[in-house]
């Protein structure tokens, strides 16, 4: 039962675009909502979070969007650059379970050049 | 600074056999996690350890053991492998035990297939 839904799973966007990847949940009880990086071969890496006492968060060119009542969130990549390209994960726990994240899908995110 | 380091990066096992991959951290965490990651499903998470001499179950922990050697170790161990057990296990460890959340850090992966 995957308690975090991603889509899309794959995504191209040419250089200059706006990326978004969008994120569903179903526990309410969740209260913690990081975006995690991952480039070929490598470990994912922590990239942006947010707590829902806030509807965005921006850091550079990375945003989170929550919408508490809807239960989404989603990632926009600003100015998508061929650096981007890498596998996005969203995630999401509950402050009771420590760091035990459940993981959305996946997004496969290709910027040409 | 290494961070998470994982061992081995590959290996290829026959159904039945038996491994263990190895962990360990550098950074005093007193977290530590294994994770799977497949294809279209996301990391799920087989093991944890909130702390030094306590392990717990995860997601999808059937088929597998853990040890938790001592603050910089925990190792997972498949007993007897099997294919469905393909996959590529992510070592992660973070500082904060609950009730807080934080940065979970990764290793770079250790890449099982499973004849």
């Known amino acids: 039962q995957q308690q975090v839904k991603q889509s899309p799973q794959s995504l191209i966007v040419q250089k200059g675009g706006i990326s978004i990847i969008n994120c569903a949940y179903e526990?309410?009880?969740?209260?913690?909502f990081p975006w995690y990086q991952q480039f070929p071969g490598k470990g994912p890496a922590l990239l942006i979070a947010?707590?829902?006492?806030?509807s965005e968060k921006k850091e550079g060119r990375f945003t989170i969007s929550f919408n508490k009542s809807a239960k989404q969130f989603s990632l926009h990549i600003m100015d998508s650059q061929p650096g981007d390209s890498a596998t996005y994960f969203c995630a999401a726990s509950k402050e009771t379970s420590g760091s035990r994240l459940t993981f959305g899908e996946g997004t496969q995110l290709t910027v040409n050049p | 600074n290494a961070g998470v380091t994982q061992t081995p990066k590959f290996q290829v096992l026959k159904t039945g056999q038996s491994m263990t991959l190895q962990c360990a951290q550098d950074m005093n965490h007193n977290s530590m996690y294994w994770y799977r990651q497949d294809p279209g499903m996301g990391l799920r998470l087989i093991y944890y350890?909130?702390?030094?001499?306590?392990?717990d179950k995860g997601e999808v922990p059937n088929g597998y053991n853990v040890s938790r050697l001592n603050k910089r170790e925990f190792s997972l161990r498949l007993e007897s492998a099997a294919p469905s057990q393909t996959s590529v296990y992510f070592c992660a460890s973070n500082g904060i035990t609950s009730p807080n959340t934080g940065e979970l850090f990764f290793g770079e992966g250790s890449r099982l297939t499973v004849l």
């Open positions: 526990n309410t009880a969740f209260d913690y």
């Open positions: 350890s909130a702390s030094e001499g306590t392990t």
């Open positions: 947010i707590r829902p006492d806030v």
